[in-house]
């Protein structure tokens, strides 16, 4: 079965810090998709960014940057220079060739910037 | 593009009601999720829909339950509701294909009292 761990319940650091989110994943399936989602206050998930199992080249988007590693069920997501807006909660997010849209989730990961 | 619309957006009920929850997903998407969250399980898996077929189903009991219509639009329902039902309802849709990144409304908070 899959499963998805945050093993990081909540993170403070200051702002222009740099900050890592873990995420370890389960999974049986050869051919898997990966997920990060940001949940501000106001609820809505925001998707950030998608990998397939297949792809484990590294990307960097502006400040955020993710880390995936097959070898260690990894994929970490780290934020450079961390700004206020950055507070939120993050979610680590697997979903299975086999399992249609159905997404299994970590369990979150409460990030708070201090000015 | 419009985005996920649930509605509503706040709901008090008591327990032993019933209760039925909407989403309209993006223009052109075919899949239909529902998720629960709440402080002490976290994001659970209710159920997904598509093509107005019910296409992956999580383990909650039968009291939930949900439908598509032929435009995409999905309703939850809730029946016989108990204080642990009390959770922010989030819809999520996608296009439908394996993989793709789902997009989410704002959720419905549900209060069971």
């Known amino acids: 079965a899959q499963k998805v761990t945050q093993a990081q319940t909540e993170i403070s650091v200051v702002e222009k810090e740099d900050v890592t989110l873990d995420c370890v994943y389960e999974?049986?399936?050869?051919?898997?998709?990966l997920f990060w989602y940001k949940q501000p206050p106001s609820g809505e998930l925001v998707f950030l960014i998608r990998?397939?199992?297949?792809?484990?080249q590294n990307e960097i988007s502006g400040r955020y940057s993710w880390n995936f590693q097959k070898s260690t069920s990894s994929f970490n997501f780290t934020i450079t220079a961390s700004q206020v807006v950055d507070s939120a909660v993050y979610f680590c997010a697997l979903s299975e060739e086999t399992s249609g849209s159905r997404l299994t989730f970590g369990e979150g990961t409460q990030l708070t910037v201090n000015p | 593009k419009a985005g996920v619309t649930q509605t509503p957006r706040y709901l008090i009920k008591t327990r032993g009601q019933q209760v039925t929850l909407s989403c309209s997903p993006i223009?052109?998407?075919?899949?239909v999720s529902w998720y629960q969250q709440t402080p002490g399980q976290g994001l659970q898996f209710l159920f997904e829909y598509f093509s107005e077929t019910q296409r992956n189903k999580g383990n909650f009991p039968g009291r939930f339950s949900g439908r598509q219509f032929s435009n995409s639009r999905s309703e939850m329902n809730v029946s016989t509701l108990e204080l642990g039902d009390s959770a922010l309802y989030l819809c999520a849709t996608t296009p439908g294909v394996v993989g793709t990144e789902a997009f989410f409304g704002q959720g419905t908070r549900l209060t069971v009292v």
């Open positions: 999974t049986r399936d050869t051919t898997y998709y």
């Open positions: 990998r397939n199992s297949f792809d484990e």
């Open positions: 223009s052109g998407h075919r899949s």
